[in-house]
């Protein structure tokens, strides 16, 4: 099996329609799964980083959530645009996409 150098995963979570914090799905975390795919692929990554679905990461409220290891960076990740800049920024050249990073789900309080 590959040993990946990053792992980037997207919150897929869907919760009640009722429910306050909303879930990444209706905020677009598939289309987002997708981009990360396609970029992925786009920039000769595919073997060398990989996206996966996530069930719930627990801040859907401020979603859609992405998170990558080995960093653990969290990150809320809208549009096409954020996936290109987190993916040239953070997975290629190494740098935190500071306008981009969520607030630390255990800091939150």
Known sequence: ???????????????ADNDPRGCCTEKGSGAIRDAFKEEIEKCGLKGVIRANQAGCLDTCSLGPSVVIYPEGVWYT????EDVKE??????????????????APWARG
């Open 1 to 15: 099996m590959p040993k990946f150098q990053h792992h980037v995963f997207i919150c897929m979570n869907k919760r």
């Open 77 to 80: 990740v809208k549009t096409r």
């Open 86 to 103: 987190v993916t040239e920024r953070h997975l290629i050249k190494g740098e935190i996409v500071e306008r981009l990073l969520m607030p």
